[in-house]
């Protein structure tokens, strides 16, 4: 998926379905762990935008298991989310290679802003890989805002990641399969129309009245984002 990836360590159901859900309408590709095993194996064979890790794991302490990331090459960033108040332990967090502390209970809206934060940290220098252009649209993927010739386009957050796939397939043919399975975690269903549905809204919010038009609809094949 084009999206941020994030691996989210917890093992509180509640907490599990409420971080899941928001942190997909928030544009993030989500892979859940429910305990310190689960996450080892997934963060050494994904690749990780950024890991979420709470302390309080069902099998190992989150501390022990960020030293062993870090120990096995692991460099995402992490930042750590525990009902632990105390300095000590947020102090103990950081040394030991967490890149941010938050406690429990938290508010949305700067779990969010932490999370874009360190993304903003940890990109490369020049910001090459957080920023996509095509023609006279721009997309800025640390902030999720898209805007054609200057102007911000008001996008949903799977709006965002859909045109973020079109933005990086630009110039090439995408189907409804493949823009289903990669924007949307699925595997094809004849008698969806949730596609067409999403193209025809980011349509209007990309070309409008503008010129050229962009989104391009190929009967029968799928769609193309024009480059040129």
């Not at 386009?153 to 110039?171: K, W």
Request: charged content about 30%; some cysteine; aromatic content about 4%.
């Amino acid at each position: 998926m084009s999206s941020m990836r994030l691996l989210l360590v917890e093992d509180e159901r509640d907490i599990q379905t409420f971080l899941t859900q928001a942190l997909a309408e928030a544009g993030y590709a989500v892979d859940l762990a429910p305990d310190g095993a689960a996450a080892e194996g997934l963060a050494l064979v994904n690749s990780y935008d950024i890991l979420v890790v709470d302390l309080n794991l069902p099998d190992q302490d989150g501390f022990n298991l960020i030293v062993r990331l870090r120990q096995m090459g692991v460099r995402t960033p992490v930042l750590i989310l525990s009902a632990r108040r105390s300095i000590d332990d947020r102090v103990r967090g950081l040394e030991q290679g967490g890149d941010d502390y938050l406690t429990k209970p938290f508010a949305l809206a700067e779990l969010l802003a932490r999370l874009r934060n360190l993304l903003r940290r940890n990109a490369p220098q020049g910001g090459e890989a957080t920023r996509l252009r095509v023609l006279d649209l721009e997309l800025d993927l640390l902030r999720r805002e898209a805007k054609r010739g200057g102007e911000l386009l008001q996008l949903t957050p799977q709006e965002f990641v859909l045109l973020e796939y079109l933005c990086r397939n630009a110039g090439r043919v995408v189907t409804r399969s493949m823009i289903l399975e990669q924007v949307w975690g699925m595997r094809i269903q004849p008698d969806t129309n949730v596609v067409d549905v999403h193209i025809y809204r980011l349509r209007g919010k990309v070309d409008g009245n503008r010129q050229p038009p962009m989104i391009r609809t190929l009967r029968g094949v799928g769609y193309v984002l024009k480059d040129r």
